[in-house]
């Protein structure tokens, strides 16, 4: 049997921006550590993305103490604290789901605005705030993310891909939390668990592509591939289907190159 491992940890603070690629990560019930806890929104609480913003792919993103945003190739920073102030928390829309979240501040909305050209500002989901994962199948708490806390895709499901296309795109297209390795393409689909060190993963529900994937994340520039090409074989149920959603069973510490083990669906 081929060894299956992690390969690839990432985290994105900021629903939509840029990720940060670790070697080890914290998992949370809510997904790895900071993963989508802030997020930019309108002024009226819906959240903003690289559907329709694409350039929020050049919005770089550091995590220590404070909360670190700049902009690729532009003479252009942000530093914050990580926690928002202690200020009213307002409504906020995430795919119809509503959940209480506190504004960062005014730094932060102008700097967004001015990027973006549009009236935006940047929000932080409190730890008293509840988001159920893909509006409440499920029990599990959820962050800012579109439906689940975690997402995984194989090495081998995108070199599968790549060698369909004329132009590789790399993994950040897809934006995956984690990366296995070691797996044929497509494993994945038919993973019922995966136990990634001492965690155990559910593997909940293939993950449908929007636009994102199209976005070069280099450039913000929205592009026809991948998805043209991937809709040629991995379109059914009017999606085009690419990754799988997990929900952890519990917390820990993930290292990259961690040793993993599947268990199919029956």
Known sequence: ?????????????????????????QVTDRGLLHDRRWMVCDLNGTFL???KFPKMALIRVAVDDTLHL??????SALELPL???????????VWGDSCLARPMGHNAAQWLSNFLGVDCQLVYMPGMTHRPVDHGRFEAPNSFSDAYPFLLISEASLADLNGRLEQPVPMNRFRPNLVIKGCDAFAEDTWRQIKIGNIVFDVAKACSRCSVPGVEQTTGEQEKEP??????YRRWEHAIWFGQNLIAQSEGTLNEIGRASCRERV
Request: proline fraction near 4%; avoid cysteine.
């Open 227 to 232: 998805l043209k090409t991937l809709a040629t």
């Open 83 to 93: 926690l928002a102030p202690d200020t009213d928390e307002i409504t906020v829309d």
């Open 70 to 75: 700049n902009i690729l190739g532009a003479d």
């Open 1 to 25: 049997m081929a060894l299956i491992t992690l390969s690839g940890l990432t985290t994105y603070p900021i629903k939509s921006a840029a990720g940060i690629s670790l070697n080890q990560a």
């Open 49 to 51: 993305t690289q559907r």
